[in-house]
């Protein structure tokens, strides 16, 4: 499309002085705006310190990979000597910036909802520790994930390109860190750290969801990993998985609010792309195989291949 | 997988000299480059300003959280008193960001287009002004949206939890802004503004649908709602839901721009994962359920729960 | 929600010292973390210059923007005279990042592989002068790509909102791009490059397929495109389609490496939303049409239109 000159496009402006007249329309508007926020529709959040920001999300998500897959992320070449060095100072300062958002997050719902003082900065440190000392185990764990992947998948040229560049990877890893921190009852938090992995990766894991070893989840986009989905090892789910609840009664949130509502999956079942499997109560059985867009409401037994009787398709 | 060394490693370097010969091949290249400007089948944006950037954009929407969910956003703790002052500022440099990108979209098209001056230098403070005198509307509408949110979410842990982290309020948020603008016949930043969000949140929502309050979308990656849908109050969509057109005739785009492609979903519909619902006159009657995976270019009568027939499944 | 004040708001502290017993604590941790780096489950990367970071491909993706669509992403404006300088410079930068970003991926497999030397320094910067001297003609493709888009989609308004908005032409872009470097047999970056893509607009290409002119991803959220995929001219696919491999046998992974694994959809076929192809020897004849959510295994003849027939509904 060759690009044709016009005089016009010399002429106009469009930073132009602001009028007084706006200025002074500007200034009711802010007026407005502010005394607006007394509203009693509106959610304000005044008097409580923000809680962590995705930015520190991603800091953190950063530190955590330098740390769980070493010399992988770093920004400088990792030798055997100052591996030691550099693991350290990441350690330390993950140290510093895990325990301050934790205790801010558990300070928060703590002012936010007048509960009784949990000494939530001594929390944040235990918290903090506890989670640091279960390093060496999520990199076992998220060893067999790679591995898993790797075997399944004939795409994958090495381990290093699935640890460099794959979604589910990356994924999975915030998860299992989440988990963590979920299962030790830190609020917010773990759901900023999924919901980052979910932006980035369109990998939908609720932190509080139980997964087992050797898990992969390939291509990823569109999958959803309900709260209370507990999942086996060896599990291989593909693009577009929903693993959800049961339609809620309207206005039944708060009812179900702790109760199992996400399906069951046992170890070595596979998921093809699309799939959806709804229920608390739904168990799909070891070493089943489940094809792509099956809609999945009742337990599965062992041992079974479902798939969805081909539709009849039209041909014009 | 332990490391095994190997001198090779020490060896070789990738940071060589380019050797003389390469560099004139490199200046030989960037003039065939620029002299294929000039091909008829190329698009090029010579002589016109560049429109607003992603970036631009982003801190557009940073701003507008912090004035539409006050303290929530922001870097620093909000109290009564400094509110007034933070506020006040965000307001004032959300306008400046607001009318230059405005200005600069209508001036782009006026220019690119060869259309009459439309005095796009005022017409940008102008819908500036427009805009933020809406915010207090904006804002109780995005609370509705908030509190249907938590009451049908029985993840949901609190209030704060949606705002800071759920997807589909920030997807949402973006929109209500995009759509004030798109009714203002500002061209490109609104879609600019909405397929930021669809980047962060998988949710493709255009400017120009039509969405009443108490919108809920859970999870949403792979929503899309075309450009002519209209949505009544109370609606909650999940993951992977379309709204969109029916099959366009070869070359049919232009026969079609403007008309209503796309469904009109009432009150009180739910439309679960997978869902697709196409066509403009495809009404979906208020208080019906879609199940989940239904593919419906059909209107249907209100209270109606639609659900797939449970396709047959080949157990093996 | 109007907001309540406390007293408790004022008391308590979150940025507590750190008492020397959570010290020493953080100390043996951070000692148990690097010696569980010798495990031998778990994927180290110790002695190896770390591979394109994400960080990276984010400027060479800008950098290649600003070249195959001159005008749209500069930070300033062209104008004739300045395109050459301003385009001649971007060619050269891009030249100096390619070839290291190139070189250090040969140079990594190499060494991690123990590879013979195959001079990654010279082959970087021939690898980069090749995909340079291709710009040209990659332009006129994408110019294909979005003539085609605007054809189909009555919601675009302008070349140009296409250009600077749609997640599916940044996508092919990235892939255009990608698969010249993956056919010139560079590892690991390609796909740095398309999962970026990937993480941007939820369409996930694999560098390896192979796609002709005047293609179309409209939406585009979790489509998926396997590496051995043909896909001709004219061809037009929206959100959520798959086109995969079939099911890989246990542990099968290997053996199907280079294979063909992935559908054939020859010229001028459209396929709608969530529709899923599968296998190496499934082929879309010409001019086909398949319908959405169908799921397809074989091959299908040209001219026809496949639809699922409308599954039966339960209205209840």
Not at 106 to 119: G, K, M, Q, T
Not at 239 to 250: I, W
Request: charged share 25%.
């Amino acid at each position: 499309m060759k690009d044709d000159f016009t005089e016009s496009k010399i002429s106009c402006k469009t930073e132009v002085e602001t009028s007084s007249a706006h200025r002074s329309q500007l200034a009711d508007i802010a007026e407005k705006i502010i005394k607006s926020c007394d509203d009693t529709e509106c959610y304000i959040h005044i008097d409580y310190d923000p809680i962590p920001s995705n930015a520190t999300a991603v800091e953190i998500i950063n530190r955590l990979k330098e740390i769980l897959f070493p010399g992988y992320f770093n920004r400088e070449k990792l030798d055997p000597v100052n591996l030691k060095y550099s693991m350290g100072q990441s350690v330390s300062v993950l140290f510093d910036m895990l325990s301050l958002q934790i205790s801010n997050s558990i300070r928060h719902d703590c002012l936010r909802y007048n509960l009784e003082c949990s000494d939530c900065g001594e929390r944040g440190q235990k918290a903090a520790l506890e989670l640091l000392a279960k390093i060496p185990f999520i990199r076992k764990t998220l060893g067999t994930d790679v591995s898993a992947t790797f075997e399944g998948d004939p795409a994958a040229k090495s381990y290093d390109e699935i640890i460099f560049s794959y979604p589910g990877i990356f994924a999975v890893m915030v998860y299992r860190v989440a988990n963590l921190l979920y299962k030790m009852d830190i609020p917010l938090f773990p759901r900023v750290l999924t919901e980052h992995a979910h932006s980035v990766t369109g990998i939908d894991i609720h932190p509080g969801a139980n997964i087992g070893e050797s898990f992969v989840i390939d291509h990823g986009t569109g999958v959803v990993i309900g709260e209370t989905t507990k999942i086996g090892n060896n599990v291989r789910i593909y693009q577009g998985v929903t693993l959800g609840a049961l339609s809620v009664p309207p206005g039944g949130g708060e009812k179900l609010k702790g109760k199992k509502r996400h399906p069951t999956i046992e170890d070595d079942v596979t998921i093809y792309s699309g799939a959806t499997i709804l229920g608390g109560d739904t168990v799909i059985g070891a070493r089943s195989v489940i094809g792509g867009n099956v809609w999945i409401t009742e337990s599965i037994p062992p041992d079974t291949t479902v798939i969805i009787e081909n539709p009849k398709l039209i041909y014009r």
